[in-house]
């Protein structure tokens, strides 16, 4: 697979014939839930047909097929498209329906991350650190609890506080920020291996999958399954008290902020 008319090639006929295939040795193998390891089918639907899929040796590419929802101005779009990764050289994602290729983005590097560890390749580093996601669940709670108590409840610092995972329920309302916010040091390698091992459970994947990924690839996943924090804030700034808010804002940007990727090594707060 070394030319993108080859890789376009591939990824029209998986569309045509809606199965996940490889190259190996240049012939095309039909890839199945048989190469996954467990019955674990049933999960993975938005990562497409490789999650979990181990493939043979000597594999120069994997391609697949994915029915995605894409925006198209103001409203979204259902469509149908092909995500062809491989070994070596840049992934190509092809909407056929639109009749235009369309190149990854960080929204989509989940999908090349399963092609990557399908053919057992690692994945790019993370590129967020794991209070991302804390923060991110964070703000969900907030919201939930905002919509909850109804318009025009007076919704106090302490309250929103306390719905931080690794605040615990002794929040300080005087200082900015969940004072264990800033202690959080757990990384994600100990995280991914935490829910690879069950003693931490994520709703979207089975410690099996969690096995399977690498640390890049489990810390994309797991950010692409919580909302995205900015039209959350954007909202909250409507809905709760001005100074409310701004505690809140303080907390996601404290002066001494988190590097991303790694951390120091810890033994962290639960989720």
Same mark, same amino acid.
């Given at each position: 697979?070394?030319?993108?008319?080859?890789?376009?090639?591939?990824?029209?006929?998986?569309?045509?014939?809606?199965?996940?295939?490889?190259?190996?040795?240049?012939?095309?193998?039909?890839?199945?839930?048989?190469? !996954?390891?467990?019955?674990?089918?049933?999960?993975?639907?938005?990562?497409?047909?490789?999650?979990?899929?181990?493939?043979?040796?000597?594999?120069?590419?994997?391609?697949?097929? &994915?029915?995605?929802?894409? *925006?198209?101005?103001?409203?979204?779009?259902?469509?149908?498209?092909?995500?062809?990764?491989?070994?070596?050289?840049?992934?190509?994602?092809?909407?056929?329906?639109?009749? !235009?290729?369309?190149?990854?983005?960080?929204?989509?590097?989940?999908?090349?991350?399963?092609?990557?560890?399908?053919? *057992?390749?690692?994945?790019?580093?993370?590129?967020?650190?794991? $209070?991302?996601?804390?923060? *991110?669940? /964070?703000?969900?709670?907030?919201?939930?609890?905002?919509?909850?108590?109804?318009?025009?409840?007076?919704? +106090?610092?302490?309250?929103?506080?306390?719905?931080?995972?690794?605040?615990?329920?002794?929040?300080?309302?005087?200082?900015?920020?969940?004072?264990?916010?800033?202690?959080?040091?757990?990384? /994600?390698?100990?995280?991914?291996?935490?829910?690879?091992?069950?003693?931490? !459970?994520?709703?979207?994947?089975?410690?099996?999958?969690?096995?399977?990924?690498?640390?890049?690839?489990?810390? !994309?996943?797991?950010?692409?399954?919580?909302?995205?924090?900015?039209? $959350?804030?954007?909202?909250?700034?409507?809905?709760?008290?001005?100074?409310?808010?701004?505690?809140?804002?303080?907390? &996601?940007?404290?002066?001494?902020? &988190?590097? +991303?990727?790694?951390?120091?090594?810890?033994?962290?707060?639960?989720?």
């Amino acid at each position: 697979m070394t030319t993108s008319k080859e890789m376009i090639d591939l990824g029209e006929a998986v569309i045509q014939t809606d199965e996940a295939v490889a190259i190996v040795a240049g012939r095309h193998l039909v890839l199945s839930s048989s190469d !996954r390891p467990g019955n674990t089918a049933s999960f993975f639907s938005d990562y497409g047909p490789l999650v979990g899929v181990v493939c043979p040796p000597g594999t120069t590419a994997v391609a697949y097929p &994915l029915d995605v929802s894409v *925006r198209a101005r103001s409203a979204s779009q259902s469509t149908l498209i092909a995500v062809v990764v491989p070994r070596m050289g840049r992934s190509l994602i092809i909407d056929r329906l639109a009749n !235009r290729q369309l190149h990854p983005t960080t929204d989509v590097a989940p999908l090349i991350d399963v092609g990557r560890r399908a053919m *057992r390749l690692a994945t790019p580093p993370p590129g967020s650190h794991p $209070i991302d996601l804390l923060d *991110r669940i /964070w703000l969900d709670r907030v919201m939930t609890t905002v919509l909850h108590a109804g318009l025009g409840a007076d919704i +106090k610092w302490p309250v929103v506080a306390a719905l931080h995972p690794v605040c615990g329920s002794r929040p300080q309302p005087s200082h900015p920020t969940p004072t264990a916010r800033t202690q959080f040091r757990v990384r /994600w390698c100990e995280l991914r291996a935490m829910v690879a091992g069950s003693s931490l !459970r994520w709703p979207s994947m089975t410690p099996e999958i969690a096995q399977w990924l690498d640390t890049g690839s489990f810390s !994309r996943w797991c950010i692409a399954d919580t909302p995205e924090p900015t039209p $959350i804030l954007t909202d909250l700034e409507e809905l709760l008290d001005p100074s409310v808010h701004r505690q809140i804002e303080a907390c &996601l940007h404290p002066d001494a902020g &988190l590097e +991303k990727g790694a951390s120091d090594s810890g033994n962290g707060g639960q989720l």
